[in-house]
């Protein structure tokens, strides 16, 4: 079985400063990561993922994230953040395969204030 | 437009009064899912679909039905709704099939249920 957890509920920063949200993982096997944002009052949209390849993956809107395998972490960073990535963030795992679901973390709210 | 739509966005209803939630989409998607959220819940899987006539619980099943008759929608049934299923609902789809475009959802924008 897979889980994810994300270490923090709540991330307050001010504009401009950079942000890490936090995500780790456990899974038996090769796994899929991936971050989606919600909005205000909207649904869910994936901000970027990874799949194999390079552990450093960018992402929409100047956010990136490091896999690290031997901390089976998932790390989202952006080094300058504006008021509109007032969201929040979820962070989400997949064993792989074509038929595979999502497990998702219970979220990060990023408040981000002037 | 690629989109996935669920209706109805707002919902309140009373205990026992059946209810359904539409959800459609027009990517020819093989994987369909539903989805609460719940505050500090994070979301949970209800029950997914992986092709026509092909479904399966999720994580939270209980007091919901779904069926998959045709591959664009994926209709979720509160046969007898009870106030614990007050919550925000979203459908999601997927390709399946290969890792470049697997497990990459995309959401409808969600269905908020009050039962009273």
């Known amino acids: 079985a897979q889980s994810v957890t994300q270490l923090d509920s709540q991330v307050p920063v001010f504009e401009e400063a950079p942000v890490e949200l936090r995500c780790n993982y456990s899974?038996?096997?090769?796994?899929?990561l991936f971050w989606y944002v919600q909005y205000p009052n909207q649904g869910l949209q994936l901000l970027l993922k990874?799949?194999?390849?390079?552990?450093l993956v960018k992402g929409i809107n100047g956010f990136e994230a490091e896999f690290n395998k031997s901390q089976t972490s998932f790390h989202l960073r952006k080094p300058s953040v504006h008021i509109s990535d007032t969201a929040e963030y979820f962070c989400a795992v997949s064993d792989g395969g074509g038929y595979s679901t999502l497990t998702f973390g219970k979220g990060t709210m990023l408040l981000v204030s002037p | 437009e690629a989109q996935v739509t669920q209706n109805p966005r707002y919902l309140i209803t009373v205990t026992g009064k059946k209810l359904t939630v539409t959800c459609s989409q027009n990517?020819?998607?093989?994987?369909m899912s539903w989805y609460r959220q719940d505050p500090g819940l994070g979301l949970r899987q209800i029950y997914y679909s992986m092709n026509v006539e092909v479904t399966d619980k999720g994580d939270v099943p209980e007091g919901y039905k779904v069926s998959r008759k045709e591959k664009r929608n994926f209709p979720l049934i509160l046969e007898s709704p009870s106030p614990n299923q007050t919550s925000l609902y979203f459908c999601?789809?997927?390709?399946?099939?290969?890792?470049?475009?697997?497990?990459?959802?995309?959401f409808g924008a969600g269905s908020r249920l009050t039962v009273l």
């Open positions: 990874y799949l194999s390849g390079s552990t």
């Open positions: 899974s038996s096997v090769s796994v899929y």
């Open positions: 999601a789809s997927s390709r399946t099939g290969g890792a470049s475009g697997a497990n990459v959802l995309t």
């Open positions: 990517m020819n998607h093989e994987y």
